[in-house]
């Protein structure tokens, strides 16, 4: 159930303990990609999945800025600070919670909010009145989650299977050529660089060409009976945080 | 310029100082009017004036969550603490105005927002490097503003022309016989009530049964006219502060 | 019972559940009232209303820094942030409440510091183990809280009948003809200015030459006797939270 | 010049860098000394201080409420958590120094204050534009320094000096015989107590009646004369942080 | 050079740009490591690097207390809030700036603080005036970093090089037997566990027979290495920020 | 038992309610005496004492880093800023009270905490289920204390006898004519000097060559005993806050 389609008392009379809340970010995504590419492919995963699950779950509107600063040189990228985000986040689930929905999943498109999401779903778990887990939809898509990138494969492939308005066909080219084979700027594993502008020209990593409308479906299958199998289980799993020892 | 549909390098070719943010709420509108009805009203209005206005002016996402403690007794209403929201509104500002978008406006659409907005246009006027100053659609439709409510006639009509599916058209009875007439619980200018659900038995004020196609149409108009003269002025308004006296 | 007035053990013996937390400011009131205008008005608002009711009400010594930034080009004017002003408040609130004075009205004299209070007053009403509200004294006079302005005729005559050493009276035709007629810079319903300096030269609003004792007479007791009926409504009111719908 | 008794123009014609914050506090002085003691002790000293000194100095108005949980059990004491009280002495120092007054003395009432007035006049010396120190009035009274309890002769004394309506001579046997002789509860020089309660039974500390008129007079000669000495040396003191070495 | 055995005109006479920060934890590591264990290891990596490298660091004393709420329910476990944990690194950063050791690795024992060492370096590197990365050994050790665990064979082993009086040979058994293969509870890449309670007995999770203390020295020269490679990078390295685009 | 030596089922095994937590600093001490100083000096109490008590006590590791900017101008100097060393003691200290050790003993070893250890102390106490006190070794050594100083014939003495290679031997005589005679400079007792660069050219107070071995065991012995005393009190005293009066 999309919460902002519904009336309140729509909400009431839905019998589960399930939400989702997309999490998604406006930033540059190469001359080719719109900058909601994150948000529009979090509430497409989230979106399928709650349609593939038989009982209901409560999907909240997509949180729709967040932690995108590492591409602050890119025009029209926006971004708040980590604790903004992680209070932002928290706040929500908490409300949903209020209302029973307090097993929650926070269904991310944005790889820069991957440690802060996990770090407020551990504050939740432990302190509020509610269970969350974070889930990033590339990365639960087998062995091609390593073609990830910056609107790169993936994300374009998924765009253009569930929102092909969004992507630039006639910038492919452009944003390939003018992209970076690699995330970073690296001695070992550590990436040296914090701004995305330190390695590549035009905010792309990877090559956009790559993705199909086909490799989109197979993405978004793949992803979105993950994420129902996770919803599943949650729904029924123990939260009780454990004894002391 | 809708900054979520266009890509970096769109926004880039942009030759603009202005910029809106839509200021969205999920909560409860009534058992007629969808939870996200500010979200909706507010992006409208901002729409609207952005195509009546010569020249471009960005358009953010819109803020979907935002002040409704008041609303959280009622199923699904989503809400942040104050100070969660003013951050997350000032950041958005900031990244904003990093692109030298540096004179928004707030366009909102939830009255608990009012008082928070003007707070943190305040501190971003004078401490941040931009301007901005909150827009509330609903102050600005001449006298009709005094028949607000809530779920009430303005709210319903502006959404049953644009947005009508989020109007359940065979529950404005229901609403209009189970609503109350006034907002709070009063003494003198006191509000004793600091919940809605204090004062209003399925979440509405005011009788929606008086909206109309035709009265969103005009509520629309006149709005949006005033938000593109908004956006004209403080285009060119002088922003500096003042010298001390 | 003014509390700094008294000793722990006459607190102690005192029987009652109300309290009053007088809301002053420190700020440019025109070259013809003092700085401490709104400090001293609202402390005689309670204390007249205090002396009017029947039963014992406990009054706290007045906040006498708040939100006054937007005079500060002029000088004297003493401000916090907003939310160095919201944590003062709610912790004397949560102070007064320990001692079982847990039904708190912020007599406030100060325009500047409304939507701050109502916000607290929500904050420590759902959260805190106290019910609080806000009560602003001109707007509680009838017609003639139109005529407020900034050290313009409410003021200056309350000041006048209850502290006339703190106006200038040789200096009212200077603070009439240097001041301005409108608070703010209007386009619709939207205030562009942030500091009162923008748009008036000496500090005022209004014509402080309509001021009388009289006037001020008259004002004391319309406001008093508002803010006592409060006083009496919220003794006996149900501060419970309603129950989810 | 006291601040809240003077027009913004005519603070604005004062020609001076000097200013003094009093620190006050409501809480417990006993069974025969006021709530406000400390408020007004630290205003008395300033006040006098001011007349004392050749050049002009501002004042501002008390802190009527601090850091004093300590005595939270006694009815009507009245705290703010030290964090916010920094917080609001900082924003007023800012303030002054906003208008050139910018080397300010914390003059203060209360021994709970000590620690955190020293931490935010260091805080506000390193990174505002400001100086600040603090003065706590019983540490500047030489050998009587010794005798200053709580509620005792010190305190008491300086009351029947400078506001005799503020004590209850007919109970000063009782607060004698009900306190305690020591502050605290000791192993070496740790305090192993946190509440005032803990120790006293009534809330003194020393005999009340060792207090008279003329200690009250004497205290007061000398400490203010300390406070002048203090400000004439601050007004021409190297106030630049030194240099790394 | 380590700080703490420096006097402060000994570090004022060395020439370097460079510094680090071993970054600990207290926390469980199974019944035979010492629960310090991540500290020991973080110093032992710095400081090799230290003696590897050609021109002078600067190590500051480890962070005793990290980001360990995750191992609360066995005790000892030592924790502070990741928001507290962020405040106390960046602080030690400025400070080590303050001085010219504005290039700093933050070399890191516990998989615990990846993710908030991380952010407080983008932090500290985009906002304060110095460049920090975080470098933590154990993902820096080739193919045996997939053997990592937890009080597993890389941690025991290293310990066993370096510091062998803090594992309890006799109880490696127990150790293994206890324990767990794998940390974690997972759904595709989503770990449902937040406390490590949840999923190993005695706080173990791999193999510490396979410890050795070959496989110790192996590793500290492994992990040193990239270490000073790294620092000899960032020494050279262009840390300006990117301009905007 | 140092926690930090200990495996996690050993510090199960302990049967106690008391621990220490030794406070150092890393800062300036002349340039004779280590930047670890005070951190060591701390260590050194906390176990002494520990070793003379007849039932276990915990001793978490030393926290490093704290109040130290007034060192700031030299080099090497680290610091926090207050609120976030109170925040780094007060989750140290509930983790302890978390697994049962909640009667804790904070060893400072450096007079720049000692307020800000009593602040917090009494917060954990009021707020937190633990009970904390300060303790100051330097404060407890009789009439020695009144030599303290800053690198010092006390805290020099103490290094010498129990960590002797912190000692710089051959600028004794450097370290006491580079020095001054008197921590501040004062007006009454108004200390005008926020940084001690401000009254010492070499950092040093008072005279070091006073120190001895002898001296340092001494101070050893008193301080640790009263230490001891101090924890076999807290072990048994009431620590429920007093009722209201």
Redesign the interface.
């Known amino acids: 159930m999309q919460?902002?389609?519904?009336?309140?008392?729509?909400?009431?009379d839905t019998d589960t303990n399930l939400a989702m809340v997309p999490i998604g970010s406006?930033e540059?995504?190469?001359?080719?990609?719109?900058?909601?590419t994150d948000?529009l492919n979090a509430e497409t995963i989230a979106e399928t999945a709650a349609d593939q699950l038989d009982e209901p779950v409560?999907v909240?509107?997509?949180?729709?800025?967040s932690i995108a600063?590492?591409h602050?040189?890119?025009?029209?990228?926006?971004?708040?600070?980590?604790?903004?985000f992680r209070?932002?986040v928290r706040?929500?689930v908490k409300?949903?919670a209020?209302?029973g929905f307090d097993r929650v999943v926070l269904v991310n498109g944005h790889g820069g909010n991957v440690?802060?999401l996990?770090?407020v779903?551990?504050?939740i778990?432990?302190h509020d009145d509610a269970y969350a887990?974070?889930?990033?939809w590339f990365?639960?898509v087998g062995e091609n989650a390593s073609r990830m990138g910056h609107g790169g494969p993936l994300e374009t492939a998924l765009l253009q299977y569930a929102n092909p308005?969004?992507v630039?066909e006639d910038?492919l080219d452009d944003a390939a050529t003018g992209g970076s084979r690699r995330w970073g700027d690296w001695?070992?594993?550590?990436?040296?660089a914090?701004?995305s502008?330190?390695f590549t020209e035009?905010?792309v990593v990877g090559d956009p060409r790559e993705a199909s409308v086909g490799l989109g479906e197979d993405l978004l299958d793949v992803a979105s009976e993950?994420l129902a199998?996770?919803l599943k289980?949650?729904s029924e799993?123990d939260i009780e945080?454990?004894?002391?020892?």
Do not use: C, M
């Open positions: 919460i902002q389609n519904a009336t309140w008392t729509e909400v009431r406006t540059q995504h190469g001359p080719h990609a719109a900058l909601s948000t409560v909240s509107p997509a949180v729709p800025v600063e590492e602050r040189q890119f025009s029209g990228t926006l971004w708040t600070s980590e604790s903004t209070s932002y706040d929500i409300s949903l209020f209302h440690a802060a996990r770090e779903a551990g504050t778990t432990r887990v974070p889930f990033t990365e639960e308005d969004y630039r910038r001695v070992g594993r550590v990436n040296l914090f701004d502008a330190e035009n905010g993950i199998d996770l289980t949650i799993h945080r454990p004894p002391h020892k």
